[in-house]
């Protein structure tokens, strides 16, 4: 019943937007994206947090596969909110947002309010990966009407890479407020565990079995090695090109199958963003990150410094 009212209540939206100016079809739309989010946030056992592009949908298809395994569920869908729950109610109803909407909704736009008292793993990237994955996102995927919804430059703009990773509306100026934000509120959220893509990627058998554990569950050696070996960039992108996943939609689909941009396993390359500039452009970006983020999330001038998960957990609030 509650997908019925959701459908009904989009085609609602779009509906009535067809009459309103861009501003408040706009306002509209984000205000049913909030609300939708919002009854997730309130009955869900665990929250994903993340800004886009900072490996969720890695992380959902891995979770997806440990719990498929462990409890013998369909394969071939990926985690949604409850969907997994509903099958087996063993498995939690995980939330997974950006905090995009949610917080326009309940109003919280300057604090992490919303999340004091849930169990939350943020999951967070370094700022110029994150910038150009967003690029590429904005070219190669995104919708026009999330385009004009989240300040993004409009479809076709003649923006240069360069230009887009150091625009404050879409790129490493905003990714840097939102976990800048994030850094001065994790002191108030009770129940944390944070975890770097970049940890993730470099020790994914020591990282994996850390989130299991904080949602509530004994690793299982055996799960855990299958489960990184089938979440392998190589093998997920041979998925994504057998469109593996078509239950769930187009989030692990290619656009454009002829276009390696247009998928959504691209690269994954840590530090891969330094291909796409010249020297002076790199020392740009690298100096406004490190001059202006947090260094509770290690992301230091050396590409390799910073805490491991385990160091960063130290400094934050950790429920691993």
Same mark, same amino acid.
Request: overall charge positive; hydrophobic content about 35%; glycine content about 6%.
């Given at each position: 019943?509650?997908?019925?009212?959701?459908?009904?209540?989009?085609?609602?939206?779009?509906?009535?937007?067809?009459?309103?100016?861009?501003?408040?079809?706009?306002?509209?739309?984000?205000?049913?994206?909030?609300?939708?989010?919002?009854?997730?946030?309130?009955?869900?056992?665990?929250?994903?947090?993340?800004?886009?592009?900072?490996?969720?949908?890695?992380?959902?298809?891995?979770?997806?596969?440990?719990?498929?395994?462990?409890?013998?569920?369909?394969?071939?869908?990926?985690?949604?909110?409850?969907?997994?729950?509903?099958?087996?109610?063993?498995?939690?109803?995980?939330?997974?947002?950006?905090?995009?909407?949610?917080?326009?909704?309940?109003?919280?736009?300057?604090?992490?309010?919303?999340?004091?008292?849930?169990?939350?793993?943020?999951?967070?990237?370094?700022?110029?990966?994150?910038?150009?994955?967003?690029?590429?996102?904005?070219?190669?995927?995104?919708?026009?009407?999330?385009?004009?919804?989240?300040?993004?430059?409009?479809?076709?703009?003649?923006?240069?890479?360069? !230009?887009?990773?150091?625009? %404050?509306?879409?790129?490493? &100026? @905003? $990714? #840097?407020? +939102? *976990?800048?934000?994030?850094?001065? /509120?994790?002191?108030?959220?009770?129940?944390?565990?944070?975890?770097?893509?970049? !940890?993730?990627?470099?020790? %994914?058998?020591?990282?994996? &079995? @850390? $989130? #299991?554990? +904080? *949602?509530?569950?004994?690793?299982? /050696?055996?799960?855990?090695?299958?489960?990184?070996?089938?979440?392998?960039?190589?093998?997920?992108?041979?998925?994504?090109?057998?469109?593996?996943?078509?239950?769930?939609?187009?989030?692990?689909?290619?656009?454009?199958?002829?276009?390696?941009?247009?998928?959504?396993?691209?690269?994954?390359?840590?530090?891969?963003?330094?291909?796409?500039?010249?020297?002076?452009?790199?020392?740009?970006?690298?100096?406004?990150?490190?001059?202006?983020?947090?260094?509770?999330?290690?992301?230091?001038?050396?590409?390799?410094?910073?805490?491991?998960?385990?160091?960063?957990?130290?400094?934050?609030?950790?429920?691993?």
């Amino acid at each position: 019943m509650h997908i019925v009212i959701k459908r009904l209540k989009r085609w609602l939206v779009r509906a009535v937007s067809v009459f309103l100016p861009q501003k408040q079809a706009i306002a509209l739309d984000r205000w049913r994206r909030g609300q939708e989010e919002y009854r997730k946030y309130k009955i869900c056992d665990y929250v994903f947090a993340s800004y886009g592009k900072s490996g969720r949908t890695w992380m959902r298809v891995m979770l997806s596969r440990y719990y498929q395994q462990a409890y013998a569920l369909p394969e071939r869908i990926l985690m949604g909110f409850d969907n997994f729950h509903r099958i087996n109610p063993a498995v939690p109803r995980i939330f997974f947002t950006h905090d995009n909407y949610l917080r326009g909704y309940t109003g919280n736009l300057d604090s992490k309010k919303d999340f004091y008292d849930k169990k939350v793993v943020l999951l967070v990237r370094r700022p110029q990966d994150v910038a150009v994955s967003q690029f590429f996102q904005w070219k190669y995927r995104m919708r026009p009407n999330k385009m004009a919804m989240n300040r993004y430059p409009p479809a076709g703009s003649d923006i240069s890479i360069y !230009d887009f990773v150091m625009n %404050p509306d879409c790129g490493v &100026p @905003r $990714i #840097i407020d +939102f *976990l800048n934000l994030w850094a001065r /509120e994790i002191p108030k959220i009770k129940d944390l565990l944070m975890v770097r893509y970049e !940890d993730m990627r470099a020790q %994914p058998e020591k990282e994996l &079995p @850390r $989130i #299991i554990r +904080f *949602l509530g569950m004994d690793p299982d /050696e055996e799960l855990i090695r299958e489960t990184i070996e089938f979440s392998s960039v190589d093998n997920l992108r041979k998925l994504e090109k057998e469109n593996y996943f078509w239950r769930s939609g187009s989030r692990v689909k290619a656009k454009d199958p002829s276009n390696p941009h247009s998928y959504k396993v691209r690269r994954a390359k840590v530090g891969g963003y330094r291909d796409y500039f010249d020297d002076e452009q790199v020392a740009r970006i690298d100096a406004l990150v490190n001059e202006q983020l947090s260094d509770v999330f290690g992301y230091g001038e050396e590409m390799s410094g910073g805490p491991s998960g385990n160091e960063a957990d130290s400094k934050v609030a950790s429920g691993g």
